[in-house]
């Protein structure tokens, strides 16, 4: 069976446009770690999860992300499991709030820091900006609201890291950002693509009326390396 190239879509993408970001040990790709401690994996199956173990040090900790729920091994804990649907967009975008939005450059990094620890959309590596497009709203000089891209493979873009300061919320700032994100990948002639928490109805909501709808839902699991010493205690 032929699969679509987003039922593994982080696999994909460390096979592809990001494979110089990642490296492979067997059928697994670890992401670099300067850009976060993921791992991707062709098949979820007990040889890959034996050679993501091999991989690891005893204690150390790593977030899997595929298409299934990741259950304990003998040398692999699971610690946290996270559903997170994926939506697509692959139609026109809605009309954008008449809101003004900039490409965010690296003089503008620390302030996307700030804003990220602050409304906590999820990790933001050093190496961000050099992995994709992000706009942004100011208030003045200050960073408020902001929206980026981040996968890229066959034909889709990610769009991620949506976040909105808390003292600027319900002001229509979160759609403006994700719509300029979006304009400028479809404008690529690409197809946009998120991830968003199974709980977070009014991320779900905003989405939704940006056109984006549930495709399929892949799992977050964060798993810890038990037993036996490994390839990376060596």
Known sequence: MVLHPLDNHLWNALNGAWAGYSRAVGRIRLLSPDIARVVALEAVSPANLSTLAWAMAVGEEILVIAPQVLQSTAELEVQSVKPVLQMVADGPIPA???????????????????????????????????????????????????????????????????????????????????????????????????????????????????????????????????????????
Not at 105 to 122: E, H, I, N, T
Not at 154 to 178: F, I, K
Not at 179 to 190: F, H, K, L, N, T
């Open 96 to 234: 954008a709030p008449d809101i003004a939005t900039f490409r965010l450059s690296v003089a503008d990094f620390p302030q996307m820091l700030a804003l990220v620890d602050v409304a906590r959309p999820g990790p933001l590596g050093p190496r961000a900006l050099e992995l994709g497009n992000f706009r942004g709203i100011f208030d003045g000089a200050k960073l408020v609201a902001l929206a980026g891209e981040r996968l890229r493979f066959d034909r889709y873009t990610e769009v991620a890291t949506v976040c909105t300061h808390p003292d600027y919320r319900g002001r229509g700032y979160a759609r403006a950002v994700v719509s300029a994100v979006m304009q400028e990948i479809v404008d690529a002639g690409r197809t946009p693509f998120l991830g968003v928490d199974d709980g977070n109805i009014a991320a779900i909501r905003l989405y939704e009326a940006l056109g984006f709808t549930h495709r399929s839902t892949f799992y977050l699991s964060l798993v810890k390396r038990t037993g036996e010493a490994g390839q990376a205690d060596r």
